[in-house]
């Protein structure tokens, strides 16, 4: 049995599980309530929304969800003859030979670099192709998970496409014309995109994420083993800042590496530094890089920005002093219109 139509729109992730409860699916509606619990196991997912949602036995909630599978992908590339790709194969074998994704093993969808719309063979292929997906099996656990935690999901997404979309349509609503540096740090690796409005010019990865980072702490503080480290690290109980240039020095090179080409092909200056998903405890990170790479650190402003989706907030739900995870959730409430093409010259960012 679902319940009412009231909506909550779910971001879960590695860290955290961020929610927020809607009066409906698509805008205009009021934003009635937010509330954010550690990442957890479906029943403390669920009893999370039955809270919010007011659920009684056997009843699940209508929802919007993105999701984070560790095996994600992002990736921007250049197809040199597009006309191509409306050949099956020859579409499986250039995912496969460019990313090192296999399409009998992966969610893979394609879209059109400068629209944002999903590319077929039907609507054809364009020179510049974003392509997206995730492990199937992967996506399977994270479906039984939803269904777990008495979810009834109105839409599926990828959390780095949502909060892609959702960043790149506040730039636009902000006229915040620099480029802007997105950055997802995961346990294993990282993501590095590249915004210039709403268009997406840049998306790779990184091999290095957190779990490097617990060598140096287990070193640096003499504690006995990485477990000890990694415990500590997420414990909210030491300030790493000082530690921070020694911590973050690798995943620093691969983006001064990725925002110096990007500046070298395009002439553009990146401006502002965006960091998703990452704990409360860490956002120290932001700052830190911020200042390594001389730029500035975006702090979204979401009550405007909403607004102007036809979202509002009902009194008592207070939004304004949200932090800047919360832009992944606030990007599934947007209906993005299709951008016309153009031909703008953009980095060829291949992975």
Not at 143 to 161: D, M, W
Not at 337 to 343: C, N, R
Request: proline content about 6%; charged content about 20%.
């Amino acid at each position: 049995m679902v319940k009412s139509r009231k909506v909550l729109f779910l971001e879960i992730s590695e860290y955290s599980v961020l929610a927020a409860r809607t009066s409906g699916l698509e805008p205009p509606f009021t934003i009635e309530a937010v509330k954010e619990i550690p990442a957890g196991s479906p029943d403390e997912i669920a009893a999370m929304v039955s809270e919010m949602m007011s659920l009684t036995a056997g009843q699940y909630a209508h929802s919007v969800v993105a999701i984070h599978p560790a095996g994600r992908f992002v990736r921007r590339a250049t197809m040199e003859n597009p006309a191509k790709a409306k050949d099956p194969a020859f579409l499986a074998e250039y995912v496969h030979s460019q990313f090192q994704v296999d399409p009998a093993k992966n969610v893979v969808a394609v879209l059109n670099a400068e629209s944002g719309q999903f590319a077929t063979s039907e609507t054809g292929y364009t020179k510049e192709l974003i392509f997206a997906g995730a492990p199937l099996d992967e996506i399977k656990a994270r479906q039984q998970l939803v269904v777990q935690a008495s979810l009834y999901p109105e839409r599926l997404e990828l959390g780095s496409v949502a909060t892609i979309a959702g960043l790149g349509s506040y730039l636009a609503s902000e006229d915040i014309k620099s480029p802007t540096l997105l950055l997802e740090v995961t346990q294993e690796s990282s993501q590095v995109f590249i915004l210039r409005g709403t268009q997406l010019d840049l998306a790779r990865p990184i091999p290095h994420g957190l779990n490097s980072m617990f060598p140096i702490v287990q070193q640096e503080l003499g504690l006995k083993d990485e477990e000890s480290a990694r415990k500590l690290f997420y414990s909210n109980t030491f300030d790493f800042t000082e530690m921070g240039p020694a911590l973050l020095k690798k995943i620093l090179k691969e983006l001064q590496s990725s925002t110096g080409f990007y500046e070298v092909q395009t002439g553009q200056t990146i401006g502002q530094i965006h960091l998703s998903l990452l704990p409360k405890n860490l956002s120290w990170m932001s700052g830190l890089l911020a200042r390594s790479l001389g730029i500035d650190t975006l702090k979204p402003e979401y009550p405007e920005w909403l607004r102007g989706m036809g979202v509002e907030a009902a009194p008592g739900c207070e939004l304004a002093a949200l932090d800047s995870r919360w832009l992944g959730v606030f990007g599934l409430m947007g209906k993005y219109e299709a951008k016309p093409e153009s031909k703008t010259e953009v980095a060829n960012a291949r992975a």
